[in-house]
């Protein structure tokens, strides 16, 4: 799909769902540590805190 450039839907899924395990497994971790925390960052849709209002807020993607 992406010539063994990037990962693609399945690798992704993979990646990610390793990740959220290896957090929800650590007792530091803050999905461990703080259960219930929500982001607090500006969103376009108040209430709906997604990975591209991060990015924005990091300032790696232009606003909408």
């Not at 799909?1 to 530091?28: A, K, Q, T, Y």
């Amino acid at each position: 799909m992406e010539h063994g450039l990037r990962l693609g839907p399945v690798g992704s899924r993979i990646v990610g769902e390793v990740f959220v395990g290896l957090h929800r497994e650590d007792p530091g971790a803050y999905l461990r540590a703080a259960p219930n925390w929500r982001p607090t960052l500006p969103t376009s849709q108040p209430g709906n805190f997604r990975m591209r209002d991060l990015l924005q807020f990091a300032g790696v993607v232009p606003p909408l």
